[in-house]
Antibody, heavy 118, light 107 residues
């Protein structure tokens, strides 16, 4: 069974940093592209970032480009999202999501809440 | 960027009703469209991929169709456990994008 477990969320002041982690199990992590998708309170789903299976290619939404960095450690089956220069509008639940390698987001973690507030 | 427009944004129906949600893409996305169900407080769950293929384990009352720019998602007979928000998602063009969601509740 595919499992994705996010951690690292919390409350941070504007301008601060946070690193999210996502531990994967139940599948061969190194073989799959991975994404982060976020959802502000009461709002819809917004794609944030993706990384290819070996970590050599990354993409970002314009809203986070230059502030967020996605990475992965295939030896640890773990996905990361380093978030710097956080803004109030980054407040959201962040989901770690597996890509079936065709673009379909087929498995989602339970999410971790990031709150940016002074 | 491709814009995905879902309608309606909310819908109230009775148990047993046939429910239909539409999703329109701002440009041709072929069949690169998925549908997700999100129950309150939970993560989204993939129901349908490639516009019309039911994910394993998803009840057959769920179906979808379409290609190009116009897509339809249908629940043939609404059940109480179907109360959720439904999202379409295109993955034809970068960046991937979602519809704004359709919140479904019981009348």
């Amino acid at each position: 069974e595919v499992q994705l477990v996010e951690s690292g969320g919390g409350i941070v002041q504007p301008g601060g940093s946070l690193r999210l982690s996502c531990e994967a199990s139940g599948f061969t992590f190194r073989s799959f592209w991975m994404h982060w998708v976020r959802q502000a309170p009461g709002k819809g789903l917004v794609w944030v970032s993706r990384i290819n299976s070996d970590g050599t290619s990354t993409n970002y939404a314009d809203s986070v480009k230059g502030r967020f960095t996605i990475s992965r450690d295939n030896a640890k089956s773990t996905l990361y999202l380093q978030m710097n220069s956080l803004r109030a509008e980054d407040t959201a639940v962040y989901y770690c999501v597996r890509d079936d390698n065709s673009g379909t987001l087929d498995s989602w973690g339970q999410g971790t809440l990031v709150t940016v507030s002074s | 960027d491709i814009q995905m427009t879902q309608s309606p944004s909310s819908l109230s129906a009775s148990v047993g009703d046939r429910v239909t949600i539409t999703c329109q893409a701002s440009q041709d996305i072929s069949n690169y469209l998925n549908w997700y169900q999100q129950k309150p407080g939970k993560a989204p769950n993939l129901l349908i991929f490639d516009a019309s293929i039911l994910e394993t384990g998803v009840p057959s009352r769920f179906s979808a169709s379409g290609s190009g720019t116009d897509f339809t998602f249908t629940i043939s007979s609404l059940q109480p456990e179907d109360i959720a928000t439904y999202y379409c998602h295109q993955y034809d063009n970068f960046p991937p994008s979602f519809g704004q969601g359709t919140k479904l509740d019981i009348k």
